[in-house]
């Protein structure tokens, strides 16, 4: 699925949000005041602690499901879970490369919405944050493009 995300004010150029668009933005926006645990982040590592709010915000622009495993018998189990998308039938995980291998290989995925994930007042509220940097990130992104075509 393709979403074409223009700014406020129309201009002859938007950018195409597809999917590796949406990977190369997500970890321009990641900062410690979005991380599930921010003692834990790292400038080195910014998508760290931000499975939740990354799924929902591409589950908003792709549609899918968000799925949740667990990290319980694995070198990551002080995160209890791990939140990834399946989008038209494939697997993609915004955020894996916080891990330095797959934590979940042969581990069950439970589907879980938007509701359930939003339902911790912190989350909802990091995830607003990551939402509003990522619509101004994009009206950026234009606005630059813009510029250069005129």
Sequence with gaps: MLCTL????????????????????????CDADTCATPEDWKKENPIMGHCA????????????????VSLQDTPYEKFKSHYLNIINGKEHDF?????K??????KEKIEKNREYIL????????????????????TNINNNASKKLK
């Design 95 to 99: 955020t894996l490369s916080q891990f």
């Design 119 to 138: 339902s911790n007042p912190n989350t909802r509220k990091r995830f607003n944050l990551l939402k509003d940097r990522f619509n101004l990130k994009l």
């Design 6 to 29: 223009s700014p406020q004010h129309h201009t002859n150029t938007s950018i195409i949000m597809n999917i590796n668009n949406f990977k190369k933005i997500v970890p321009t926006i």
């Design 53 to 68: 709010i990354v799924s929902v915000l591409a589950q908003e622009l792709f549609g899918g499901i968000i799925v949740r």
């Design 101 to 106: 291998s797959n934590p979940y290989l042969n």
